[in-house]
């Protein structure tokens, strides 16, 4: 079964510590991985994907097959980065998200 | 119009009802999709429309959500005789056809009393 796993609901990390926010995913095929972001009172909306190698707002995930994750991680965290975050997993046009991680950078 | 348009933002209805959520995408893209969330879970697939065709409606739970986009536009949701389990934000996205990422709306949320 296709699946897309967050482990975590909460992660709380002090300003400028790393963040790594986990995710794992089942899938038989090749995977087109992303991960969006809701920000307090926004709409979900893009962060990256696996594809295009980028880094957003200091963010970066790769992608490891042999292990079937997705990580999301940035090496100091910024208070802004407060958000919800979710992993998803691309089905042709579809996604599979995952249940979600909160993350909350204290000052 | 500048982003996905959903309304209302927020519905109360008793059980039982038949209520219409309303979306509006952005101009110009042809794929649109529904989706579902309950409290504490990710957003799950419910219709995929490319134009007025619905080209994907697997994620429908039951016979009593229908979804519909006419034009081409502007698509509503119908929930007939709405449950308690019902309640939940239901999310419109959009985006033009080949595009792999959604433009998402603010929501509906709908609660079922």
């Known amino acids: 079964a296709q699946r897309v796993t967050q482990p975590e609901k909460l992660l709380s990390v002090f300003k400028g510590a790393p963040v790594e926010l986990k995710c794992n995913y089942s899938?038989?095929?090749?995977?087109?991985l992303f991960w969006y972001v809701q920000y307090s009172r926004q709409r979900l909306q893009l962060l990256l994907r696996?594809?295009s190698r980028e880094s957003i707002k200091g963010f970066t995930a790769d992608l490891n097959k042999g292990e079937t994750s997705f990580h999301l991680k940035k090496p100091f965290a910024q208070e802004e980065d407060s958000a919800m975050y979710y992993c998803?997993?691309?089905?042709?046009?579809?996604?599979?998200f995952g249940t979600g991680t909160r993350l909350k950078v204290l000052a | 119009g500048a982003g996905v348009s959903q309304t209302p933002s927020n519905k109360v209805t008793e059980k039982g009802k038949y209520v219409e959520l309303r979306c509006d995408p952005i101009?110009?893209?042809?794929?649109l999709y529904w989706y579902r969330q309950s409290l504490g879970q990710g957003p799950e697939f419910l219709i995929y429309?490319?134009?007025?065709?619905?080209?994907?409606d697997s994620g429908l739970p039951n016979d009593r959500f229908f979804a519909v986009r006419p034009e081409g536009s502007v698509s509503t949701l119908k929930i007939q005789r709405t449950e308690r389990g019902d309640s939940a934000v239901y999310l419109c996205?959009?985006?033009?056809?080949?595009?792999?990422?959604?433009?998402f709306g603010s929501g509906t949320r709908l609660t079922v009393v």
């Open positions: 101009s110009g893209h042809t794929a």
């Open positions: 998803a997993l691309l089905r042709t046009y579809k996604y599979i």
């Open positions: 429309f490319q134009g007025t065709g619905a080209a994907d």
């Open positions: 696996h594809i």
């Open positions: 899938y038989s095929g090749s995977p087109e």
């Open positions: 996205a959009s985006s033009l056809e080949g595009a792999v990422g959604y433009t």
